[in-house]
C-alpha cells in the first residue's frame, strides 16, 4: 500500500491523448493518496522532463511514435538516478516486458488490465523497490568507503612495519658488533666479570634479533610477501655448518648433539637462508627442552614413503609434547608450556615460520612425541635428481 | 699494499663498528655519510671494495651503485650491500647490479669480513646467492 500523506508526482509519456485521459481517471480514483500528474506525447519531452524535473514516479508507454518507451528507459538509466519507472504494454508483450525489467524498470502494467487496483499495486511495489535499491546503493557506496579506508590503513601499517624495521635493526646491529668487538679483546683485556656480563647481553641481543627476524617474517608470510628460492644445495654441507654454531650452546647445557648422514652427497632443492632458519629453530627447541645429560640427535635420510625426497629429522631426549598439545604446536603464537619449565616461552612463531617455510619448498614438517621421553620434529625437501641441478643451478 | 675500503652508510654507530673491524683487519677505511658524498669520495680515490647501505636519506644505495657502475674509473668496484629491508626485489636488484654480498640487518659481522675478505681476494667472484 502506498502510504504517502503529501502528493505524489507522476510523469506519464504516452502518445496517446485518449490512453492519458483513462490513465489520469484511474490514478484519481486510488483511493487515500493524490497524485498530480503531468503528461507529455513525445520521448524528446519526457526525457527532457525526466532530466530536469523531479518526480515519485514515471509511467512510460511502450509505442513512441517512431521510438519507445523501451529506448527511453535505457537511455535515462545509463544517465544514473531517475524515478522508478513502470512500462505500459499491450497484451502478450512479454518479450519487451523482460526486456524493459532487464533495462531497470521497477514494474509494468498492461495498458488492458489498468485499474485502480493494478495501478496502486504497480507504484507501491515500484517505490518501494526504489526505496530498497536506494538503501542498497546507500551500503554499497558506504562498504567500498570502508574498504578503501582499510586498503589505506593497511598500506600505512605496511609502510609503518617497514620504517619500524629499519629503526630496529640498525641500532640492534651496531650493538651486537660494539659487544662484539669488546668480547674480542680489540677495546682492550677484560675481566672475568666482565666478560661474563658481556656474553649476557650477545645472548640478548641474539634473542632480540631473532624475535624482530620471526616477526617480520611473520608479517611477510601473511602478507604473501615472503618467498623462497630453492635451488640445488647440499645438505651434507649445510648440516655440519649448522651443528657447528650450536655446539657451544649445547656444552654449557651438557646435553649430547650429534648428527648423521648417509654416505652418499644429499643434493636438495633449498632456499639455503631459509632451511637454515628451520634448522636454527629446531635445534634451539630441541635445546630448550632438553635438560641436562639429555641428548639431541639429527638424523638426514632417505624418505622411505616418499622416494622423491630426503627426511631431516630433530630427535631430543626432552620433556615431550602432551598429545593434546601435539596438534597446536605449529599454530601461530602457540607457546608449549610445561611444569617442569614455566619460562620458557617465546614468541610462539618459531615452529609456525619453520611449517610455513618447509612447505613453500614443497616439502612438510611433522612431529612426534611422547611426554616424558622426548620430541621428534622431522621435515622433508625436494631431491634433485640426477641431471637436473645442471638444468637449475 | 693495503686495501681501501669504502663504507657509505648513514648510520654513525654501524659506521664506527664496521670502522673498527676492517681496522683490526689491516684495512684502510674511508667513510661517507651518505650516498652523494659516497660517489664524491669514489670518484676522487676509487676504493678496493664499497660497503653500501640501501635505505640512506638523501639517496638510495642502489642507485648509488647505478651510477658507480656507469662510470669507467668506478665500475669495476666491488659492492657489498647492506640493508635493514627484506625486500626480495633488492636482494635481485643487487644481484642484477652484479654485488659481491648482500647483507640483511641485523647480520653477522663475522660473515660480512668473509665476504669482504673473498671479494678482495678473488674480484671476479659473484657471491650473492
Given amino acids: 500500500m502506498i502510504s504517502a500523506t503529501e502528493t505524489m508526482r507522476v510523469l506519464l509519456v504516452e502518445d496517446s491523448e485518449d490512453d492519458a485521459v483513462i490513465t489520469r481517471a484511474v490514478l ?5 493518496v493524490k497524485f498530480e500528474m503531468d503528461w507529455v506525447s513525445c520521448y524528446e519531452d519526457g526525457l527532457e522532463r525526466i532530466k530536469h524535473d523531479h518526480y515519485d514516479i514515471d509511467l512510460l508507454d511502450y509505442h513512441l511514435g517512431s521510438r519507445s518507451g523501451l529506448d527511453l528507459l535505457r537511455e535515462i538509466h545509463e544517465q544514473g538516478s531517475h524515478p522508478p519507472v513502470i512500462m505500459l504494454t499491450g497484451q502478450g508483450a512479454e518479450a519487451i516486458v523482460m526486456e524493459a525489467m532487464r533495462s531497470g524498470a521497477s514494474d509494468y502494467i498492461p495498458k488492458q488490465l489498468m485499474s485502480p487496483e493494478s495501478l496502486e499495486r504497480a507504484i507501491s511495489h515500484a517505490v ?28 600505512e601499517i605496511q609502510r609503518f612495519y617497514h620504517v619500524l624495521a629499519h629503526e630496529l635493526k640498525t641500532p640492534l646491529t651496531a650493538a ?27 645472548g640478548c641481543c641474539d634473542s632480540l634479533k631473532q624475535n624482530i627476524n620471526d616477526l617480520f617474517d611473520t608479517t611477510r608470510l601473511e602478507t604473501g610477501k615472503l618467498s623462497v628460492i630453492p635451488q640445488p644445495d647440499d645438505l651434507s654441507t649445510l648440516i655440519p655448518k649448522v651443528i657447528t654454531t650450536f655446539v657451544p650452546l ?13 654416505a652418499d652427497a644429499l643434493s636438495v632443492f633449498m632456499d639455503q637462508h631459509r632451511i637454515r632458519q628451520v634448522l636454527n629453530n629446531l635445534l634451539s627447541n630441541a635445546l630448550k627442552f632438553t635438560s641436562k645429560a639429555g641428548s639431541v640427535m ?43 619449565s614455566p619460562a620458557v616461552a617465546g614468541l610462539g612463531l618459531g615452529l609456525f615460520l619453520s611449517q ?23 621435515f622433508t625437501l625436494p631431491k634433485v635428481k640426477v641431471g637436473e641441478s645442471n638444468i637449475t643451478a | 699494499m693495503q686495501k681501501r675500503i669504502l663504507v657509505v652508510e648513514d648510520d654513525e654507530n654501524i659506521v ?38 640501501i635505505m640512506m636519506p638523501g639517496g638510495n644505495g642502489v642507485t648509488l651503485a647505478e651510477r658507480l657502475q656507469s662510470s669507467s674509473k668506478t665500475g669495476q668496484i666491488p659492492i657489498i650491500f647492506m640493508t635493514a629491508s627484506k625486500q626480495c626485489e633488492l636482494r635481485t636488484q643487487a644481484h642484477a647490479l652484479g654485488a659481491v654480498g648482500f647483507f640483511e640487518k641485523p647480520f653477522d659481522f663475522g660473515e660480512l669480513l668473509a665476504t669482504v675478505r673473498a671479494a678482495l681476494e678473488h674480484p671476479s667472484v659473484c657471491l650473492v646467492g
Fill in chain 1, 28 to 32: 484519481s480514483d486510488i483511493p487515500g
Fill in chain 1, 128 to 155: 518501494e523497490k526504489n526505496q530498497l535499491q536506494k538503501n542498497l546503493d546507500q551500503h554499497h557506496y558506504e562498504l567500498e568507503q570502508a574498504n578503501a579506508e582499510l586498503l589505506r590503513k593497511n598500506e
Fill in chain 1, 250 to 262: 649445547f656444552q654449557n647445557k651438557e646435553v649430547t648433539l650429534q648428527y648423521s648422514l648417509p
Fill in chain 1, 298 to 340: 639429527v638424523k638426514v635420510e632417505e624418505d622411505v614413503t616418499n622416494s622423491d625426497h630426503v627426511l631431516i629429522s630433530i630427535s631430543d631426549t626432552g620433556v615431550g609434547i602432551r598429545p593434546e598439545q601435539l596438534s597446536q604446536v605449529f599454530e601461530r603464537l602457540y607457546q608449549i608450556r610445561t611444569n617442569s
Fill in chain 1, 176 to 202: 651486537t658488533e660494539f659487544v662484539e668487538i669488546i668480547l674480542e679483546g680489540l677495546a682492550g683485556p677484560l675481566t672475568k666479570e666482565q666478560q661474563e656480563y658481556l656474553e649476557i647481553v650477545d
Fill in chain 2, 16 to 53: 664506527k663498528a664496521l670502522g673498527v673491524r676492517l681496522r683490526s683487519k689491516g684495512y684502510d677505511v674511508v667513510v661517507s655519510y651518505d650516498a652523494v658524498m659516497g660517489m664524491q669520495k669514489a670518484m676522487e680515490q676509487p676504493p678496493d671494495l664499497i660497503l653500501l647501505d
Fill in chain 1, 356 to 378: 610455513q617455510l618447509v612447505k613453500l619448498h614443497g616439502g612438510e614438517l611433522t612431529v612426534k612425541s611422547k611426554l616424558g621421553e622426548g620430541s621428534t620434529f622431522s
